[in-house]
């Protein structure tokens, strides 16, 4: 009963196994290798259009490197106020940009709002060298509360950066959750809604350690190759690296690994509706499912073994707040999460 | 015949065993995990001494880090000129420490002078906030030209660096080549001889993408941990990067593989000895070989298939400069290198 | 009628003559002069504590080295809302740090609450490396919103700093309109509070370009003189910056100048007071008027000449928001304030 | 008999006057004022093209951000081996650019070689992520061993930045004494030559604190006010600044300053010509004298109460090293050098 989150899961089958086929022989090192070359084909057929695509081994990596890519020293990153790269990544992307500055913008289950975006923009004095300026937006793909961007909402996102000049960065470390719960094509809710650079995860649906740079603007991937290797993240046996993700991709294997994720999420979630002491914070559209319970019921599920951890700051829902006596706990899925587990913890949120 | 480096190789069949024994269910992430908090003893052991270790992907990632833990903004990291981290890394220091300065000192076999660095340091305007001030000094075992510091050789430059209040690193991305070669004690070329803070190299040796930042000094380790994260070198699923670490150092294994491939890169250097268009640059201590080949001999051994690379700058050797006619190449052997190979290669130098 | 800010004033008698009398022939340069020596003994005096000054030419540089000095890369800055490093200085702190992250507070007349302070701090997941940790906290006096911080209400948030372990830095842009206020030693509301590095500002209050970094912790002070020349702030005619901060603290002058400041100030809000188409938003302890005013009134004044602006984000006292029709203005009174022309100012006021 | 620095002198009386003279009533400030508004033109006219000028109040500064403005943090800065901006500013731009690197070339008399720079951009592995790119030159007018550039010299450089899509900077913290020296226009040894931007020099010449960033591409000049907002480095009132530039090159001031001192450095240098015990190192072009002098001779001056500075580092000329108990001394005039100090620093030396 791992809940704790979908980065605890390992390595799927079939991304174990691309890395030991891939450990065969001599390869080109530092991107230098067969695989690394396919790169950027096989995202480009995934997302239907050209794209450039920049290997790393972790998220916090794929993140700061697009963001250092699309916003100056003096720039502003305008992203969610629950956002991971506000809150969880140490401030790498302050350091990696040489001190641009992120502004925790008001959301809605942890989605940027469109309208008080709008209104910061509008209040912002523009031009003035006192003040950071505006570069970049960042949005997370599947939020930080578990909520998933349609893709009118990433386009109406995605005007709004067009019209003030700002790209428009994707963390989407949850992405194939995403368009597993849309079944939209990923190019629905990137480059078409505006987005001009991806993080497309890879490490918490089943790779062992991968996320891709995707970028949608040619231009903006040429600094990416010097960034990567000034901050020692250009991996010299890359074709491992390669292997993971072009797995990954391949024959829907990721949309695979996120429909059973996001499968186990809603049954989790359901059976959390029907509990006595547990309610869900929100109606979870992935693999993340927030939910209030009573301080018995969350000792229960921890002795009998159950992982998960309490969210500490704020809630999904401003209309939905906890209770007297509830807490707000986060319960995350993966590909690896077994049904079984999954009752099993029904039962004893059933019995509680 | 592939000889362009050792990072062309791949993972060891008992690193990749590792990987797979570890992806079996659930594990706590970024750190948590148990293989992660086996890492301080198993290092400890293996160094004779209670050491912190942190793992991390790439040997950019564990020097740059290294450095930035020993360095002030305003320091000065001296280290040889022909260094990875003066030469190969892009800044990568540069950028970490806040705009720390590398000044690459005269070297000898692409080892670090020690009367060269004391006089470098007696002539230091010490003080002076007009000029950058020493901090820490940077050695590489094996160094860029393939020879091994002696453990002596080492200590004497600890000792100046504890004369001049400086912290020593060494960068071991071949540090068990180095082992291989001087059948020492790990702890005879690092805390011992005034090494605080050591890249262990694994990756170039049969590991998939794998350094310990191996600590002496436990105040020097506070640090890392934010500066890991604040890079985006702290890995999720940490517990595949622990078990590669691991494996690595079990029974000897990483000795192993490096004597295979000492032997491999002495096999290679007995060729070029006694060839007719080519003769050493230096005596190659390691798998490392530097020889000085003709036009005719570089061309039949491409056009056989052999894969390796000309050195643009410098020679190992001063009394041993190239002679008309002949440029600098680098060899290099590996785990995976195979006798045949080598052997196929004195062939083709034997014979033209 | 310039009410704009105190820095649109120019340099006060005294002041001029002493750079004037700086200028007779040759003195040692970077700090090498007989002025700058006598800094640390003279605000020494002033403190009636030992300190170690650090000249420098503007607000910015003094707030932003500040910070460096006691924040890491992965410290949190933690400071008002609508603090001066928060909001108005381009994320120098930022760059200077080497990515450290400012976290705006709840402020109650622009000063931090220490309510909140201590709530946010509890909650700080501490010594996780994915949260920057807090490590510095920065308070201006007078607030951005002209309020006074007591000398109790300092010691209280030393008290917090001090419980964890968090480094105190005061931007005293205003630090002698506080005093002139007060009526209290520097020391009162300085190290005696639990202020650890204070940014005592003279240009606002007339010098022409001279700041002073005070430290009161001589470990502190170690990094500042490389720091300071790291970021081109060190001026090499050093005697002319000393010249000014000694004129400026010599017999008092210091608070001559902000008695009449604050005097002016106090007048102007008087006008504005009794007015029938404005009101104070908040009642000024020094020389920062903020006043709801209506548009018939901004334009009969900007009309006649006088030269102010609007405040854009918030406003001062939660109890006191401005209604339908009025607009938040700030303003500044300084040491050049001629009584006369605030007394033009009522006029209009009081007849709009 | 000071001759330590030309920054040991003062301010010129113009200039002072200029000072006082900006001192009246109230002005708009962070360069929103009269004087700063007139820079742009009153430059362009010297300079006879259009040009954007950013006032600050040191040379490092002006260095500085000069160089963040034309290097990624990627780039490599190739500058003399002897040159200011390498040794001499703590690693200034190694912060500010965000961790370029700086390449200190081979001169002669501290000038950048042609030939020399010509070969390191050939043999640079271009493109290649692990290598710092090289993105800009800088070299020093007048040079740190006194030596002018030609037009056609300076052109050189010029001319190889363009091939190679490098920008030219230029450190002009003696250009006045460069243009004195050289009777040219200052058009002829910048813009018309290839330099792109310029740090253009007044503080050691007659200013009490200020230096002009005079850009000659205006693309070049976007990032500037918010770079030297984030450094810290715009003055609040910056009339003063304005006012001190617009007085120094006004009516040829400034090269009636420069022209007194390379008179003093030419007067001075003729009397160590003629020396039994002191002969020069190189002959000087302007104020800056290097010349060998023997222990009893130093000791002479230094007990007569002249003050100079030995030169740690290197000497001016290979084909003129120091002899046998000889030492490199350094000797600057400035535009406040009496005749008679040189006379009687002259009868010593005739004397000794």
Redesign the interface.
Known sequence: M?F??D?????SDRI?AA??E?????????GGDDLTARLDDAFGALFETAVTVVP??????????SLAAIT???GGILCGDHSHVM??????A?????????FGMATRNAKMRADRLKEALA?W?GGV?????PASLSISQVSEFGAVWQPEEVAQIGAIADAHGLKLHMDGARFANAVATLQCAPADITWKAGVDILSFGA??NGA??AEAIVVFDPALAE?L?????????????S???AAQLLAYIEDGHWLALANHSNAMGARLAAALEQAPNARLALKPDANEVFAYLTAPLIEALKAAGA?FHGW??GYPDEANPPREGESLMRFVTSF?TAPEEVDRFAEIVAAT
């Open positions: 791992n704790a989150s980065n605890t899961s390992g390595i174990l890395i030991a891939a450990n065969s022989g001599f390869a080109g090192s530092y790393v081994a972790t998220g916090t990596a794929a993140n700061m490197l100056p020293p003096w809150t969880d990544e140490c401030g790498a302050e350091l990696v940009t040489g001190g641009a500055k992120l209040a004095p060298p006192h003040h950071v300026q490490t918490k062992m350690a600094s190759p010097f960034r990567r290797m000034k901050t020692g993240h250009l991996l010299s046996k074709r491992f690296l992982t500490p700051a690896q």
